[in-house]
């Protein structure tokens, strides 16, 4: 199976969301989970990441941490996503060395060109769409997409209120991976096991 997920945690870790996360990573269409906690305290984090770890690990998916590149070492993580506000792109490379970096570029090849001098491993677009998680996310249009593709070699992760309906014109117009959040663990229809499985 194709692994075309890029999966983000949701804001909230609850106790039996790792008894969740290993099902939802057992159906193998996942290649990145990114840890994303904005509020909690950073020791809260490192405990929560160093479990998440194994999991992901066991399932061989890639475990990206958000904004924080300083963690990634700490906790063995396998790279750092970073937004255009979470620091210089310049730092977190040195500091990551070979791990994975990963930068927002919103829907501007500028941003793009400024990661992709800084080495960054994949680009990611969006808001395509309305988004839960970033309901004032900056809008992206799907023809960024196709001058991306031609300009770079990095593999593209679109993000920004993607369900079953709507993902596949993205990855029809260059998408390699979908960053979905909100429709696997926070849907009232389908449980986050049996949401996954929309993605094929």
């Known amino acids: 199976m194709n692994k075309i997920v890029y999966l983000i945690s949701p804001n909230e870790i609850s106790k039996n969301?790792?008894?969740t996360l290993e099902k939802v990573l057992s159906?193998?269409?996942v290649e990145f989970f990114q840890l994303r906690l904005k509020k909690n305290k950073l020791n809260d984090v490192i405990k929560i990441a160093k479990k998440?770890?194994?999991i992901t690990y066991k399932h061989n998916v890639k475990f990206i941490i958000n904004d924080n590149y300083k963690l990634v070492s700490k906790i063995e993580a396998d790279g750092c996503h970073m937004g255009q506000l979470d620091g210089s792109l310049k730092f977190a490379r040195k500091k990551l060395r070979t791990k994975i970096l990963g930068v927002t570029c919103h829907n501007s090849i500028a941003l793009a060109e400024d990661a992709n001098k800084n080495k960054a491993n994949y680009?990611?677009?969006?808001?395509?769409?309305?988004?839960?998680?970033?309901?004032n996310a900056k809008k992206a249009n799907l023809r960024i997409l196709d001058?991306?593709?031609?300009?770079?070699?990095?593999?593209?992760?679109v993000i920004g209120g993607i369900n079953n309906l709507n993902y596949k014109k993205l990855l029809k117009s260059g998408a390699?991976?979908?960053a979905i959040s909100s429709y696997i663990w926070d849907n009232p229809q389908l449980k986050p096991e049996i949401a996954i499985r929309k993605f094929k």
Do not use: C, D, T
């Open 52 to 54: 998440i770890r194994k």
């Open 27 to 29: 159906f193998g269409n």
């Open 147 to 157: 001058k991306v593709k031609k300009k770079f070699k990095q593999p593209i992760v």
């Open 123 to 135: 680009l990611a677009f969006g808001s395509f769409f309305k988004s839960r998680l970033k309901p």
């Open 176 to 178: 390699k991976y979908i």
């Open 17 to 19: 969301f790792y008894n």
